[in-house]
């Protein structure tokens, strides 16, 4: 059987793969390069992603337009690959991340060979199209989830729900990421790479409500042993089945309904407390974020975010890191 021989000439596929690996930035502090107006990727699944969509695109406008080396790309194979997708029927959020892909690979080719090929402003754009509505459980449907699950599952919620943590960090806590200071405990991760979203590092205090359920799950827990002893899929649907049992119609809220909930009620918790013992963070959330989270709360909101006064000015920080 004769095998293909390759000829020594790199395709733009694997162009790509090279280029994407020259921003790849998995496991270091996405806020620290942002901080410094640096681009990249932070994530094994935006690293998936961005590579499947790039691929996507050189595959086409090599078929297209006989293009061989990235550096060949111009702003013309961008449009024309958005009117293509638009008229295969593609929907509007998936051409806004398959955007984002590009960006990122331009990013790339910048960097590695001086060339752009995307527009100055983007053709889709994602937030605007984003449909704000109340994500969030009540308290009510989260006791009746945890009724209606599994430990481990009941474990994880507890957990997403009380530490405003995703389901995928959920599943990678191990005993390591937990101290004990002053009689107060913290989850600490310094090193994010493989447990956070893009790496991040994350400090937040454990609320007086959570101490002591936290604390039993603590006590014969090894420092590198897993808090949920389950995967993450499990999880999913474990919760799943949970609001079936409840007669909880999800709506998509799925886990990251839990982290709505948390915002929300921290949101009341800081608003309600004297913002003078409210200590600042360099990281500031952009306001279309925090009204995902809080849309539908309460008329507070509203009137902090519309007279702009000092008390939201101190709880933005404390929403996404919690620690006062």
Request: net charge positive.
């Amino acid at each position: 059987m004769n095998r293909k021989v390759r000829s020594g000439k790199k395709t733009i596929v694997f162009q790509v793969k090279v280029a994407l690996d020259s921003i790849d930035y998995i496991g270091q502090s996405k806020r620290a390069f942002r901080s410094q107006g640096i681009k990249g990727i932070h994530s094994y699944k935006q690293k998936k992603n961005t590579f499947s969509d790039c691929q996507n695109f050189v595959k086409w406008v090599r078929q297209s337009y006989q293009i061989i080396e990235l550096q060949q790309l111009s702003p013309k194979h961008y449009h024309a690959y958005f009117d293509f997708m638009q008229e295969k029927g593609c929907g509007e959020g998936h051409m806004s991340n398959v955007e984002t892909s590009l960006r990122l690979l331009q990013v790339a080719t910048e960097k590695q060979w001086n060339v752009t090929f995307c527009p100055e402003k983007r053709i889709f754009s994602g937030q605007s199209k984003l449909q704000t509505r109340n994500r969030s459980y009540t308290d009510k449907e989260i006791e009746l989830i945890e009724e209606n699950c599994s430990e481990e599952v009941q474990k994880a919620v507890q957990l997403m729900s009380n530490l405003d943590l995703r389901l995928k960090e959920v599943v990678n806590l191990r005993g390591k990421h937990f101290t004990k200071k002053d009689g107060e405990y913290y989850l600490e991760i310094t090193e994010g790479a493989g447990v956070t979203k893009g790496g991040r590092f994350r400090k937040i205090i454990v609320q007086p409500q959570f101490k002591e359920a936290l604390q039993n799950d603590l006590f014969w827990l090894g420092k590198d042993e897993y808090l949920v002893a389950v995967t993450a899929n499990t999880v999913s649907s474990g919760v799943r089945r949970a609001c079936l049992k409840a007669g909880i119609h999800q709506d998509g809220r799925g886990c990251h309904g839990f982290r709505h909930s948390y915002a929300r009620r921290r949101f009341q918790e800081l608003a309600n407390s004297d913002v003078s013992r409210l200590s600042f963070q360099s990281f500031h959330p952009a306001i279309h974020t925090l009204n995902t989270y809080l849309i539908l709360f309460t008329p507070s909101f509203d009137t902090w975010h519309s007279t702009g006064s000092v008390g939201i000015d101190a709880i933005l920080p404390h929403l996404f890191t919690f620690i006062y």
